[in-house]
C-alpha cells in the first residue's frame, strides 16, 4: 500500500512537473487550473462559492433541487459517476434523489485531489449509510477506468467545471466520458450561460478578493510541490471576460520584472506586466452545447435553465446512428 501511494505521488508529481514546464515556456506563460486545488485551494473555492457574486453554485443547485428527482427516475439510474466531484455539497441532491427513488446504490467520485477525495467519501459514508461508495482518485483529463459497477449510470460533470476545458479539450474530455458510456447510461452536465459581462466579471473579481487569493494559491502550491520560489505579493490578480472567445480569463500579473527559480526546470523571467493564465471558464449557450455533444457523440436530451438564465443543467445519451 504504501509502494502505491508512493509510485502514485511520484507519478503525480512528474506530470505536475512537466505540465508546469510545458505551460511557463509558452509565449503567453499558463499554468493549468487543476493545481488551484490542494487543501488550501479547495477551502478557498468553497468560500468562493458562498460568495454573493458568485452565482454559479445557487443556480446550480437551485435547478438540481428542481430537477434531480426527474433526472434520476427518467434514466433509472443505479450508479452516480461524478468528474471532479470535490466536496460534492450540491451531489447530494441528487443523492438523495436516488435514495428516494430506491434505484440507487452506488456513488462513484471522481476526483484529482486524493485529500478532498477521502474527506468528500469519509463525509458522506457517514451520512448515507446505505450507499456504496467507491472514490477513485484520477485525473479526468487523462485516461483511467472505472471498478465494477451497476448501470443504468449517471455520469455528471457539474460546476461548470467543462469551463475550463477550450473546444479541442472539452470534446477531448466528453468523448472520453462518451467512451465510459453504455446505451442506457445518461450525462448531466453543468454549463455556466454567457450573459452581460458586467455580471460575468463580477464574479471573477470579488470585492473581498477571495478570487485573489485563490488566484495566487496556485502560486503557493507551485512553491511546496515543486519547490520554486514565487513571491506571491509580486502577483496581482486580473479577471476579465473576452466576448468573442465567450470566456473568463483569469490571470496572475507580475508586478516587476523578476525571476522565478523551479529547480527541476530552471530560472523563469518575467518582465513587469507580464502574466501567467491560470484558468479559463468558458461560458455555453445552447448551440454551443451542442456542437460539442455532436462532436463527443452525445446526444442533447433535455436543457433546463434557471429562473434568470444564468445556467444550465443538460441532459445527454450516447447518440446511437
Ligand atoms: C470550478 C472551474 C467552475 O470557472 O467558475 C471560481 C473556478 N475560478 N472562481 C469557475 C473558479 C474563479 C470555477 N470552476
Known amino acids: 500500500m504504501q509502494l502505491v501511494q508512493n509510485s502514485a ?47 454559479l453554485t ?15 427516475t427518467s434514466t433509472g439510474s443505479r450508479t452516480l459517476v461524478e468528474f471532479g466531484a470535490g466536496s460534492a455539497a450540491k451531489t ?35 451520512r448515507y449509510p446505505e450507499l456504496r461508495i467507491m472514490p477513485v482518485n484520477a485525473d479526468i483529463t487523462r485516461d483511467f477506468r472505472l471498478p465494477k459497477h451497476d448501470g443504468p449510470v449517471l ?9 475550463n476545458f477550450d473546444e479541442m479539450n472539452a470534446t477531448r474530455l466528453l468523448r472520453r466520458i462518451r467512451g465510459q458510456m453504455e446505451p442506457l447510461d445518461s450525462f448531466l452536465l453543468g454549463v455556466d450561460l454567457r450573459k452581460s459581462t458586467r455580471e460575468l466579471e463580477a464574479a471573477y473579481n470579488d470585492v473581498q478578493g477571495v478570487t485573489a487569493r485563490f488566484n495566487r494559491n496556485i502560486l503557493q502550491v507551485l512553491n511546496r510541490e515543486l519547490g520554486a520560489d514565487f513571491d506571491l505579493m509580486a502577483f496581482s490578480h486580473r479577471a476579465f471576460y473576452d466576448e468573442h472567445l465567450h470566456r473568463i480569463e483569469m490571470h496572475l500579473v507580475s508586478a516587476r520584472d523578476q525571476v522565478v527559480t523551479i529547480p527541476e526546470i530552471g530560472r523563469i523571467p518575467l518582465t513587469r506586466g507580464e502574466t501567467i493564465r491560470s484558468e479559463i471558464s468558458c461560458k455555453y449557450d445552447r448551440a454551443a452545447v451542442q456542437v460539442l455533444f455532436e462532436a463527443a457523440g452525445l446526444e442533447l436530451e433535455e436543457w433546463h435553465t434557471d429562473e434568470h ?13
Open 155 to 163: 455520469f455528471a460533470l457539474l460546476g461548470s467545471t467543462i469551463g
Open 92 to 126: 447530494r441532491i441528487l443523492l438523495d434523489g436516488m435514495l428516494r427513488a430506491g434505484t440507487g446504490c452506488t456513488y462513484m467520485p471522481i476526483d484529482v485531489s486524493a485529500s478532498t477525495l477521502a474527506e468528500t467519501a469519509g463525509t458522506l459514508r457517514i
Open 9 to 55: 505521488r511520484s507519478a503525480a508529481h512528474s506530470d505536475m512537473l512537466a505540465d508546469v514546464r510545458e505551460g511557463l515556456s509558452r509565449p503567453q506563460k499558463e499554468l493549468s487550473p487543476k493545481y488551484f486545488y490542494d487543501e488550501a485551494g479547495s477551502l478557498l473555492f468553497e468560500e468562493i462559492t458562498r460568495l454573493p457574486e458568485y452565482y
Open 309 to 321: 438564465q444564468r445556467f444550465a443543467l443538460v441532459l445527454g445519451r450516447v447518440r446511437v446512428d
Open 58 to 72: 445557487g443556480s446550480e443547485r437551485e435547478l438540481l433541487l428542481q430537477c434531480s428527482q426527474w433526472f434520476v
